[in-house]
């Protein structure tokens, strides 16, 4: 069993930017596929990015339209991930989800992934 908990969204302007955080408990962490999705009003949940252990290094990759402002990090030491998030706009603005799956799993379906954090707001307005 995994429990997630993400940090506290927040109010953002756009060009800004925030951190958000992730902690995990329950498992063994470092070799947990970690991720982030996020479902913005009136559409559907969708991927963000993730972070996986190849069982010889990490690789993460991201979403077409966050790639290049987005960067998921891990820290094996505290058990948690976050997503930095940069030059935020306005379509940014969403639930934002921590999740986990096992070892090894990689996908951007919201089935490839077991647990899920209860979610955390991030708005970006003016």
């Known amino acids: 069993q995994v429990r997630l908990v993400e940090s506290e969204g927040g109010l953002v302007q756009p060009g800004g930017s925030l951190r958000l955080s992730c902690a995990t408990s329950g498992r063994t962490f470092s070799s947990l596929t970690m991720g982030w999705f996020r479902q913005a009003p009136g559409k559907e949940r969708e991927f963000v990015a993730d972070?996986?252990?190849?069982?010889?290094?990490?690789?993460?990759s991201y979403a077409s339209s966050v790639k290049g402002r987005f960067t998921i990090s891990r820290d094996n030491a505290k058990s948690t991930i976050s997503l930095q998030m940069n030059s935020l706009k306005p379509e940014d603005t969403a639930v934002y989800y921590c999740v986990a799956a096992p070892p090894g799993r990689t996908g951007r379906g919201i089935h490839d992934y077991d647990y899920w954090g209860q979610g955390t707001q991030v708005t970006v307005s003016s």
């Open positions: 972070n996986r252990w190849s069982g010889i290094t990490y690789y993460e």
